[in-house]
């Protein structure tokens, strides 16, 4: 199965901060790469798919960038409403896996 | 508007079954493939499996394979999970998903996902 990671594994950041999160893949997986996020006792929401492509709906300070095994997550301006744990997903095989997420709070 | 609304979770004993059920609406369940991710109480997503849209394929993580069986309904619009020799690692709450293509056709996400049904594996 192909192994995801995340750095880093949270972070603390301010009300307007430009924050980047990095996912690796244990094989290039080329742009088969979704983004989600995720508050507390709440389901998972998708923000990105196929590396760089914004959700219908999702702000545009969002964005995605990379291919093969390196992708970044950038929030350019952080939001209160940003403050969630962030998830990388492959969707290269049918087998997928999720990275094991980066969580942003307050500073 | 498309909703998934899990049920049948609970608290079980190590080594017995339970069933869960997602109820599909606002979109034809028969034309995408769907989805079961769990999340361990403070823990990450875990994939758990994925049934294709015309049950043609099913594939399950290392760690469920073998006791646990995705299947669906389309008649009924419903999505299952059945678990079988329950562990207590199995604790956790279950979500379903839609899977959704992109307009190109290749990549895959999970664009709609349920609340939630939690399953607790103790004595």
């Known amino acids: 199965d192909i192994q995801m990671t995340q750095s880093p594994s949270s972070l603390s950041a301010s009300v307007g901060d430009r924050v980047t999160i990095t996912c690796r893949a244990s094989q290039s997986i080329s742009s088969y790469l979704n983004w989600y996020y995720q508050k507390p006792g709440k389901a998972p929401k998708l923000l990105i798919y196929a590396a760089s492509s914004l959700q219908s709906g999702v702000p545009s300070r969002f964005s995605g960038s990379g291919s093969g095994t390196e992708f970044t997550l950038t929030i350019s301006s952080l939001q209160p409403e940003d403050f969630a744990t962030y998830y990388c997903q492959q969707s290269y095989r049918n087998v997928v896996t999720f990275g094991p997420g980066t969580k942003v709070d307050i500073k | 508007q498309v909703q998934l609304v899990e049920s049948g979770g609970g608290v079980v004993q190590p080594g017995r079954s339970l069933r869960l059920s997602c109820a599909a609406s606002g979109f034809t369940l028969s034309s995408y493939g769907m989805h079961w991710v769990r999340q361990a109480p403070g823990k990450g997503l875990e994939w758990v499996a994925v049934?294709?849209?015309?049950?043609?394929?099913?594939y399950y993580a290392d760690s469920v394979k073998g006791r646990f069986t995705i299947s669906r309904d389309n008649s009924k619009n419903t999505l299952y999970l059945q678990m079988n020799s329950l562990r207590a690692e199995d604790t956790a709450m279950y979500y379903c998903?839609?899977?959704?293509?992109?307009?190109?056709?290749?990549?895959?996400?999970?664009?709609?996902w349920g609340q939630g049904t939690l399953v607790t594996v103790s004595s």
């Open positions: 049934i294709f849209y015309d049950e043609s394929n099913e």
């Open positions: 998903a839609k899977e959704s293509l992109d307009s190109s056709g290749f990549y895959k996400t999970l664009d709609y």
